[in-house]
């Protein structure tokens, strides 16, 4: 088997762990996704959904420490880092969020905001939880990403079932309570598992010059991350300060619902990174592209099961149907903007380009927000404006790295595909809009894009099948 071969057998391996843990991941969220605004009043909800949107920002408090590790170890192996250099860098990130956590606590009994406090306590647990993580994604052990992701999810509709069907609370902090219990049983899982399965054996050492190198190899993309955090979550911003709480209620449930899409994302953006690392043959890359829009018009299809949810049981969130479907044609875009392109930006160390492009991005939605908003005054005008933000990052994307840029078929079939679907899903009730979008997605594919439509259905289905096998 040639380099190459193992490079494409890694890959697909890659992605079937990730795919099985996040298909798992979909399932249970799709339980807590619709069963928490069924039962909570949307008060309550949208007070959950406050916390969501605060704890997005989390993963800016290592100051980029994690993000440097992350750059410095991919495409190695775990059993490569030696245990003096994980204490130090274990050691490291706890001070550095003790002090983070000692500054957000004081400022939350200081504003008698106990979300603000809860957010304090969650940042420990969490972004150590994130160094093995990180870890984990950048050495390629996706067995152990999986059961990470599996855990967090099972957990979190165990503890969502209890509060909602048997203390039978419409009090927020308890569901806010059970992200931090879950932060802290993923933190100490991680801890007993890298050492078992690594023999790693933790001492309390720190290092300033590690904590230094990091951090400013790891800025850069930290603050791009952060930027790509403020991106996804500027619209929402923009329906909490200039809208009603019900209206954020409403958004927060489309984004939730579009959340659901990171499951089928996530596998793609964790496993191409590494895959990238090792791979720069332009050919090849484009190839990954082009399937990766294939695959998205097929996984954004999924709105159309959550509009008949919301057609006949979840009837008080039908409001959110229209900025449902505009947020998830977003995520066509998305999933070549995260999983190729800010993948090729990490892999050739091109942080300060990503970094350059996400302020022009976010500049660019406040102004599209700002302006839809005048003109719409309601949460359809936020999301539209979004969707031209992010039509703006992808088009970005293609002229700094133009030798990524795709023939006219490639183009032409990611806008009919975005409109066929934005049509279907206002125009057509869920299921007939369903298998007419189904259909006509798939003549356009057969007619501009064959090859790799054929390609992407025989990888889906040959890491099906090895699945299975194992199961057997």
């Not at 775990?78 to 003790?98: G, V």
């Not at 050492?195 to 001492?203: D, T």
């Not at 400013?216 to 709480?245: A, C, E, I, P, Q």
Request: glycine residues 6%; positive net charge.
């Amino acid at each position: 088997m040639t380099t190459d071969d193992k490079t494409t057998a890694g890959l697909k391996k890659g992605l079937v762990y990730v795919f099985i843990a996040n298909a798992l991941t979909l399932g249970l969220s799709l339980l807590t996704g619709f069963v928490l605004p069924k039962v909570l009043s949307v008060e309550t909800y949208a007070r959950i959904k406050d916390f969501s949107l605060y704890t997005s920002y989390i993963g800016v408090l290592h100051l980029g420490y994690l993000d440097g590790l992350y750059l410095t170890y991919g495409g190695k192996r775990l059993t490569d880092i030696p245990n003096r250099e994980m204490s130090i860098c274990r050691t490291n990130i706890f001070l550095l969020q003790a002090v983070m956590t000692v500054g957000f606590s004081i400022t939350g009994i200081l504003l008698k905001e106990p979300l603000v406090f809860i957010f304090a306590l969650c940042l420990i647990p969490e972004n150590v939880a994130t160094l093995y993580k990180n870890l984990y994604q950048a050495t390629g052990e996706f067995g152990r990403y999986s059961s990470i992701l599996n855990l967090k999810s099972v957990m979190t509709l165990v503890s969502y079932v209890v509060l909602l069907f048997i203390v039978k609370t419409d009090n927020y902090i308890p569901y806010v309570l059970v992200y931090l219990f879950l932060m802290l049983v993923m933190w100490v899982g991680l801890e007993w598992e890298i050492h078992k399965r690594f023999g790693f054996r933790y001492r309390f050492e720190a290092s300033w010059r590690n904590l230094k190198e990091n951090i400013s190899s790891g800025l850069v993309l930290m603050l791009g991350n952060f930027s790509s955090t403020l991106m996804t979550s500027l619209d929402r911003w923009f329906v909490k300060g200039l809208l009603l709480t019900t209206d954020f209620a409403y958004y927060s449930f489309a984004v939730s619902m579009e959340s659901l899409i990171n499951t089928f994302v996530i596998p793609v953006t964790t496993t191409l990174y590494n895959f990238l690392c090792q791979v720069t043959d332009v050919l090849r890359i484009k190839k990954i592209k082009t399937m990766c829009l294939i695959f998205s018009l097929y996984m954004i299809s999924s709105a159309f099961p959550v509009k008949f949810i919301l057609e006949h049981f979840l009837t008080k969130y039908q409001a959110s149907t229209t900025v449902m479907f505009i947020l998830f044609s977003t995520q066509v875009l998305y999933m070549i903007i995260k999983g190729v392109y800010i993948n090729v930006y990490k892999a050739r160390k091109q942080q300060n380009v990503y970094l350059r492009q996400l302020i022009i991005v976010i500049a660019l939605g406040a102004v599209f927000n700002t302006l839809f908003y005048l003109w719409m005054g309601n949460n359809e005008g936020i999301a539209l404006g979004t969707l031209c933000s992010v039509v703006c990052w992808y088009l970005i994307c293609m002229k700094k790295v133009p030798e990524l840029n795709a023939p006219l078929s490639e183009n032409l079939l990611m806008t009919l595909g975005i409109v066929v679907f934005l049509l279907c899903g206002y125009n057509l009730n869920s299921i007939i809009g369903f298998i007419v979008y189904i259909a006509v997605i798939t003549l356009l594919c057969l007619l501009l894009a064959r090859k790799a439509f054929v390609e992407t259905a025989k990888m889906g289905v040959e890491m099906v099948m090895s699945k299975l096998k194992k199961c057997r």
